[in-house]
């Protein structure tokens, strides 16, 4: 069993910066971990993922401005959100999965609860 938990979530001004956490509890295994982000009225989309060999990858909404990064000693997955936008407003999770997972939701097994991020402008 695999627990996440985000934090960092908020509301910020167009053009602002969020950093979000992703905790997950500890496991020997390395995980694919991903962020999703859903809008209200709007299907659950990925944001970006960082794969078990350490590579990412970025949907082309979020290329150039914002990074995923991770601390393996603390369990904790990052996404650093620069140059904000309104369209980027929704509830923003985080998955994870052991085997291979692209940014398909159907791929992860494990979410955290969420964290709002607001952008207004």
């Known amino acids: 069993q695999v627990l996440l938990e985000e934090s960092g979530g908020g509301s910020v001004q167009a053009g602002g910066s969020l950093r979000l956490s992703c905790v997950m509890s500890p496991t020997y295994n390395k995980y694919y971990v991903a962020w999703f982000r859903q809008a209200p009225g709007k299907e659950r989309e990925g944001v970006a993922i960082m794969n078990a060999d350490g590579t990412t990858r970025y949907a082309d909404p979020v290329k150039g401005r914002f990074i995923i990064s991770e601390d393996y000693a603390k369990y904790t997955t990052y996404l650093d959100m620069n140059s904000l936008k309104p369209e980027d407003t929704g509830m923003y999770y985080c998955?994870?999965?052991?085997?291979?997972?692209?940014?398909?939701?159907?791929?992860?097994?494990?979410w955290g609860q969420g964290t709002q991020v607001t952008v207004s402008l």
């Open positions: 998955a994870a999965e052991l085997n291979r997972a692209s940014m398909n939701p159907d791929d992860f097994g494990y």
